[in-house]
């Protein structure tokens, strides 16, 4: 399968996304976040919405040409990590952000060869991802490989060593 052919997928799977079901997923990050320091919670829902939306827009409306093969191994594999995450959803909400989730995820990793998460993302401790040229750094690769319902396993970032 080549790049494009999956971006045609993953456009017609973001048409069917709604700002209905993007609400419907920032209410569920805005449970997930109840944990986190209020100042880091509000940033936190903001920044998810803000990116799902932006995210969706921009796989729509994606005009690039993709030279590349997907690594349909990696691919599946990602895919059946992301259908267990879906199985277990409790909530409505969940699957929405789930389903949103799910688009985003494949293409940046598979069409755009980009981190999950965007650089800047700031994580808590002020650190932020960032790039150098054609390497992506995250602050917390290292900590979060292991942790099962993360997607560290899967993005092309690495380790910044500059954090310790």
């Known amino acids: ?14 048409s069917s996304v709604h700002i209905k079901d993007i609400m419907s997923a920032s209410v569920y990050l805005r449970e997930d976040a109840r944990y986190l320091p209020p100042r880091e919670q509000k940033e936190f829902i903001e920044r998810f919405t803000r990116a799902f939306f932006n995210r969706i827009r921009d796989i729509k409306n994606d005009k690039n040409i993709y030279q590349g093969h997907v690594d349909t191994a990696g ?17 409505e909400n969940e699957r929405c952000f789930q389903k949103i989730a799910r688009i985003i995820t494949i293409y940046v990793t598979f069409v755009r060869k ?14 932020t991802v960032r790039r150098e040229g054609n390497v992506f750094y995250c602050p917390v690769k290292d900590r ?8 560290c396993r899967f993005c092309v970032s690495i380790q910044d060593h500059d954090i310790s």
């Open 1 to 14: 399968m080549t790049e494009m052919q999956l971006l045609e997928m993953l456009k017609k799977e973001a």
């Open 144 to 151: 979060q490989i292991n942790t099962p319902g993360a997607l």
């Open 75 to 91: 691919l599946k594999e990602f895919i059946d990590f992301l259908d267990q995450q879906l199985s277990q959803a409790k909530t």
């Open 114 to 127: 980009e981190p999950v998460h965007p650089v800047g993302t700031r994580f808590p401790g002020g650190f």
